[in-house]
Every structure is written in structure tokens, then in C-alpha cells.
T-cell receptor
Framework: GAVVSQHPSWVICKSGTSVKIECRSL??????MFWYRQFPKQSLMLMAT?????????EQGVEKDKFLINHASLTLSTLTVTSAHPEDSSFYIC????????????FGPGTRLLVL | DQQVKQNSPSLSVQEGRISILNCDYT??????FLWYKKYPAEGPTFLIS???IKDKNEDGRFTVFLNKSAKHLSLHIVPSQPGDSAVYFC????????????WGLGTSLAVNP
């Protein structure tokens, strides 16, 4: 149980285009989902927290107009990187947590984004 | 300010022996602690967790110990296997911040055959 999937697993796009990454909890309802970014040889950096049906809460320094997050259902959250630039190239990982009483975050496999 | 610290960046252990990974924290509000295993270019895999009301939790070869007074926790893996070689992250959370995980920087474990 507690499986989280991400799609796509990798994507290459041209500078200026937008890219959407999906995060799904496959066997549980995720009231809260988190989006992370990992730079090479560094720890995970939390970008934003999203609760189902409400606006995402972004961490300091993360542009909310650049990284659009939607958490429209209890099993799906999406991250859209708008007008992507080469510096947005990174490894994006989502995690999902169940409802009240659930303290554990389960992570997706990650999405590798390369912006040319 | 690093609220969760893993002071050993790497650890090497012989197959079959015990691996002990350590983690210290500074925020006394943390009430839930987790250990994750991670391979490069993959998402972290949840291993084991412990609530602050406990001092030990065991799951198969993995045991986590929590010493609240010392603000210290450790992950014991016994017996260690070559497949355990990965980076291990300690993380902490509290109910007051939507269960955001505060991460250590990780310890790279190498289990040698």
C-alpha cells in the first residue's frame, strides 16, 4: 500500500514552454501533497504544500506564478512549470500524506525535467 | 540553521554486521520522526517512523530508537545487506506546520560483501 506515482518520469522541453507533472496517490486518499525539488548532490527542497481543494502554500523564494500547483482531488495534484527556462531543469518529486492521524509522507519516483 | 542533523556523511559496514545511523535534532516541538532510504534519481522510500511518545519501533531488520532528552534518534539495520547501500535521510515533523518534513542532509551507507 501507500503507492505514489508521477507522470511523466522524464521530460525534455524547449525554453519558454510549459510543462505539467502529475502526482497520484494510487491506493489512499491524500489530503495533503507536497512538491519538492532536488538539485544535484543536495537534499530535497520543499517547494510547496497543497491541501485538497485549497490554494497551495509556497515556501519562501518559490515563485507561485512560475510553479502552478493544483490539488483538485484527493488522489491527484499537478505541478505546472510555466515558461520553463534552463535553470528550471531539475528533479521534481512529489509526496502524499493521508488525512488526520496520518503523519507519514510517501514519495513518488520523481520527474526529471530538462529544459533546452 | 539545521534543525535536523546527520553528522556522518558516510558509513561503511561489512555485510552481516549492524549499521547504526544517527540523527540529532534541535526543535523540541518535533513529535514524529521518519527514516527514508534514497537512491540517486529516485524518490525517497519510507522505511520506518517513530512517534515522540515511544522510544523504540521495530520493523524487521530495521529498528529506530528515540532519546527525547538527548534529542537524538538512531536507525539500526541488522543484519546489513549489500542491497541496503543507499543514502539514508532522517526527517522530523510536528503537527503545527502541516507535517512538513524537516530533513537531515543524509548519510551514505555502503554495505560491503
Amino acid at each position: 500500500g501507500a503507492v505514489v506515482s508521477q507522470h511523466p518520469s522524464w521530460v525534455i522541453c524547449k525554453s519558454g514552454t510549459s510543462v505539467k507533472i502529475e502526482c497520484r496517490s494510487l491506493d489512499f486518499q491524500a489530503t495533503t501533497m507536497f512538491w519538492y525539488r532536488q538539485f544535484p548532490k543536495q537534499s530535497l527542497m520543499l517547494m510547496a504544500t497543497s491541501n485538497e481543494g485549497s490554494k497551495a502554500t509556497y515556501e519562501q523564494g518559490v515563485e507561485k506564478d512560475k510553479f502552478l500547483i493544483n490539488h483538485a482531488s484527493l488522489t491527484l495534484s499537478t505541478l505546472t512549470v510555466t515558461s520553463a527556462h534552463p535553470e528550471d531543469s531539475s528533479f521534481y518529486i512529489c509526496s502524499a500524506r493521508g488525512g488526520l492521524g496520518s503523519e507519514t509522507q510517501y514519495f513518488g519516483p520523481g520527474t526529471r525535467l530538462l529544459v533546452l | 540553521d539545521q534543525q535536523v542533523k546527520q553528522n556522518s556523511p558516510s558509513l561503511s559496514v561489512q555485510e552481516g554486521r549492524i549499521s547504526i545511523l544517527n540523527c540529532d535534532y534541535t526543535n523540541s516541538m518535533f513529535d514524529y520522526f521518519l527514516w527514508y532510504k534514497k537512491y540517486p534519481a529516485e524518490g525517497p522510500t519510507f522505511l520506518i517512523s517513530i512517534s515522540s511518545i515511544k522510544d523504540k519501533n521495530e520493523d524487521g531488520r530495521f529498528t529506530v530508537f528515540l532519546n527525547k532528552s538527548a534529542k537524538h534518534l538512531s536507525l539500526h539495520i541488522v543484519p546489513s545487506q549489500p542491497g541496503d547501500s543507499a543514502v539514508y535521510f532522517c526527517a522530523a515533523s510536528n503537527a503545527g506546520n502541516n507535517r512538513k518534513l524537516i530533513w537531515g542532509l543524509g548519510t551514505s551507507l555502503a554495505v560491503n560483501p
